[in-house]
């Protein structure tokens, strides 16, 4: 899954992971150092490849959901994933 670590990453210092991006999002926080590689997999990572991720990183459809919601949408709202989560 490439396309993850490439699109989280591309225009930052330091990169993460998806393990570790994985993490982040399970915990239910925010970690400031991985702000932008966060927005960036919520507003940049094509739906299906996020759908991917979270089912290779066993990452509920409940989970991602609220993450999102808690954390995302504010700033970084993305209408395809809404849509994905309203059809479930």
Known sequence: MKTIDTTVNIS?????????????IKSG???KKY??????????VPVPDMMAFIKKY???QSLIKKYYFKHVKK?????ELENVFSSK
């Open 58 to 60: 066993d990452i509920s």
């Open 35 to 44: 702000l932008a590689h966060i927005f960036a997999f919520f507003a940049d």
């Open 12 to 24: 930052l210092k330091y990169s993460v992971n998806e393990k570790k991006l994985s993490e982040i």
């Open 75 to 79: 700033f970084y709202p993305n209408a």
């Open 29 to 31: 926080e925010i970690e």
